[in-house]
């Protein structure tokens, strides 16, 4: 008899990290179809509307979806936010809650894009630094200016990356740069 394998999905454990937790749990909230009562909420009819059986049906689903999304939510935070969520009756009033006090300010994300744009301008390739480590480290201060509401196109991450290259590639970056055309290229083919 073969055995079979059940796969259990990691929940992503909230650390304060807001944006990076958001973006992870919202791709998990989707994938188990649960997203749409954490977006838009489970709508209750007025209490003088009679609903028809199907439309009852329908309900009850929507309420078990968001039984089941507040559950991974649950799941995802710690217990000392959790005991100042508990109130919240449904997921889109715990995700709610969640971004409100841990999303940022308007004025906390603009002051947080500048200097991470400050890092992007200073950024230069270390000596000895390995030209993956180099790529990853620009690739995640791009990526966080990108979440913060930076409008950056690929090309000026290919070039910053480029420019930036300690002098020992410099015959490595005259390469790419003669034989491909740096303002159509993606990342993944540089």
């Given at each position: 008899m073969a055995s079979?394998?059940?796969v259990?999905?990691?929940i992503l454990l909230f650390d304060g990290h807001y944006d990076y937790w958001s973006m992870l749990m919202e791709n998990f909230l989707r994938s188990k179809e649960y997203w749409t009562v954490?977006?838009?909420r489970v709508a209750e009819p007025a209490a003088s509307f009679v609903l028809t059986d199907a439309q009852k049906l329908e309900l009850e689903g929507q309420k078990l979806k968001d039984l089941k999304a507040k559950n991974y939510l649950f799941q995802a935070i710690d217990r000392s936010i959790l005991e100042t969520i508990l109130?919240?009756?449904t997921s889109k009033q715990i995700w709610d809650s969640m971004k409100k006090k841990y999303?940022?300010?308007a004025k906390a994300k603009r002051a947080r894009l500048q200097a991470l744009r400050d890092d992007f301008k200073t950024l230069h390739m270390k000596s000895g630094e390995s030209v993956s480590d180099y790529f990853s480290t620009t690739m995640a201060i791009a990526n966080k200016m990108i979440i913060y509401?930076?409008?950056?196109?690929d090309v000026t991450i290919i070039e910053k990356i480029l420019r930036s290259m300690t002098s020992k590639f410099n015959y490595v970056v005259c390469s790419i740069e003669e034989s491909k055309d740096t303002d159509s290229m993606s990342i993944d083919e540089l």
């Amino acid at each position: 008899m073969a055995s079979e394998t059940f796969v259990h999905p990691t929940i992503l454990l909230f650390d304060g990290h807001y944006d990076y937790w958001s973006m992870l749990m919202e791709n998990f909230l989707r994938s188990k179809e649960y997203w749409t009562v954490v977006f838009s909420r489970v709508a209750e009819p007025a209490a003088s509307f009679v609903l028809t059986d199907a439309q009852k049906l329908e309900l009850e689903g929507q309420k078990l979806k968001d039984l089941k999304a507040k559950n991974y939510l649950f799941q995802a935070i710690d217990r000392s936010i959790l005991e100042t969520i508990l109130c919240k009756e449904t997921s889109k009033q715990i995700w709610d809650s969640m971004k409100k006090k841990y999303e940022g300010t308007a004025k906390a994300k603009r002051a947080r894009l500048q200097a991470l744009r400050d890092d992007f301008k200073t950024l230069h390739m270390k000596s000895g630094e390995s030209v993956s480590d180099y790529f990853s480290t620009t690739m995640a201060i791009a990526n966080k200016m990108i979440i913060y509401g930076d409008k950056m196109a690929d090309v000026t991450i290919i070039e910053k990356i480029l420019r930036s290259m300690t002098s020992k590639f410099n015959y490595v970056v005259c390469s790419i740069e003669e034989s491909k055309d740096t303002d159509s290229m993606s990342i993944d083919e540089l």
